[in-house]
């Protein structure tokens, strides 16, 4: 069969901190703080950007330090086809096996990719997966991505193929789970993402699929590059901070991806803001962000990508906002040297975007989510707006 394996969604792996782990009982008892997920069904919907006449799931074990065993694993249409449910349509179940066996155990810091399944999907469809942990995991420390703006479901026992989960106990957060993989024709490619909670859609509809990478997405329609959306919540380029920076987990969250062909680099508020609010600190923090950004250009071109630098959108008004306004001159030379650096292949200008022209360091009312930072969905629909659909052409 002619075509590839492409990156069609992913969620980037993240160490789960305390507050995000399942709920008891599905996590406790045991040492150090485990069993995790023992004896436990669990249901997560994902919406896909490319379709396909074939999937692969990515389990990934990246921050665990035990084995992760996984007893059964299966995809199906979620009921109605929507985000977030936990009932599945009847007779769409699909057992995914690993080299042949329904079973498979992840060494810690590694991932297991499944066997190939013949589901076809639509561009934009949402597939239910759900896992079934007979032993679940000795520890606490659990990969998964905190961020999903998405409902999952657990449950008692082994009901990896029930229609609907009895006694469900739902959360807002995906676990184990990192990508899915369409095999897809010879001219699809993905776009891959490269970016913090903006990205990652704090502020978004939990269930909407309302981020500015699902949007962009839409608006793309038949002519859209798959879409790895690799952006995690309080993301640094230069340091870590919730997960390892920007530069240090590029080559597993960008470099490593399945059938990649470009990049967007939208990250760099949080460096400005964690660093302190004097001239001399935001002119290095500043300055070192562009050897940053010069860094992932280096090497993704490297790799063969073509890389677009978005502009830092505003956050007057946030905790960020100093009230010497050391941190947005800082924000405005960064983006200054994006616009006219001359080192991404394009810019994309999301700080044009969404400003509020009146007041440039702060963003539109409409675009606001609340807190000065973080975006609406109409704000986030603005940015997908302003991302040129010929940056793809293929």
Not at 5 to 13: C, F, K, L, R, S
Not at 180 to 205: F, N
Request: net charge negative.
């Amino acid at each position: 069969m002619s075509g590839h394996w492409v990156d069609t969604w992913t969620a980037t792996p993240q160490r789960i901190e305390p507050g995000d782990l399942p709920p008891p009982p599905y996590a406790g008892g045991g040492s150090p703080g485990g069993p995790v997920l023992a004896d436990a069904t669990l249901r997560q919907t994902i919406r896909v950007s490319a379709g396909g006449p074939r999937l692969r799931l990515r389990l990934s074990n990246a921050f665990g330090t035990a084995p992760l065993p996984v007893t059964r694993l299966a995809v199906a249409r979620p009921a109605g086809g929507r985000a977030g449910v936990s009932a599945i349509e009847p007779g769409t179940s699909r057992p995914l096996t690993f080299s042949g066996h329904t079973r498979v155990v992840v060494p810690p810091g590694a991932q297991a990719v499944s066997d190939p399944v013949d589901v076809p999907l639509a561009p934009g469809s949402v597939v239910a997966v759900t896992a079934y942990l007979a032993d679940g995991l000795p520890s606490v420390a659990v990969t998964g991505h905190p961020g999903s703006r998405t409902t999952s479901h657990l449950a008692r026992g082994d009901q990896c193929e029930a229609v609907d989960l009895a006694g469900a106990t739902p959360v807002d957060h995906w676990y184990l789970l990192s990508a899915a993989e369409v095999h897809a024709d010879p001219g699809t490619y993905a776009l891959v993402l490269l970016g913090d909670s903006l990205t990652d859609g704090r502020g978004s509809t939990t269930n909407g699929n309302d981020r500015w990478p699902d949007r962009l997405a839409d608006l793309l329609g038949g002519a859209a590059p798959a879409i790895a959306n690799q952006a995690t919540g309080g993301n640094r380029v230069l340091a870590d901070g919730l997960g390892p920076s920007a530069l240090a987990r590029l080559d597993r969250d960008v470099l490593a991806r399945s059938g990649a062909r470009w990049l967007i680099v939208f990250e760099g508020v949080n460096d400005l803001g964690v660093a302190d609010p004097s001239p001399a600190a935001q002119k290095r923090t500043a300055a070192d962000l562009v050897a940053g950004y010069e860094q992932i250009v280096t090497r993704a071109h490297a790799a063969g990508l073509t890389v677009y630098g978005a502009t830092l959108t505003p956050f007057g008004g946030h905790d960020y906002d100093d009230p010497g306004g050391c941190r947005e001159a800082a924000r405005q030379a960064v983006n200054d040297w994006i616009r006219t650096g001359g080192r991404f292949d394009a810019v994309i200008d999301f700080d044009r975007a969404v400003r509020d022209p009146a007041e440039p360091r702060r963003l539109r009312a409409a675009f606001d989510g609340g807190d000065g930072l973080h975006l609406s969905p109409a704000g986030y629909q603005a940015l997908a707006e302003a991302v040129p659909a010929g940056l793809f052409a293929r």
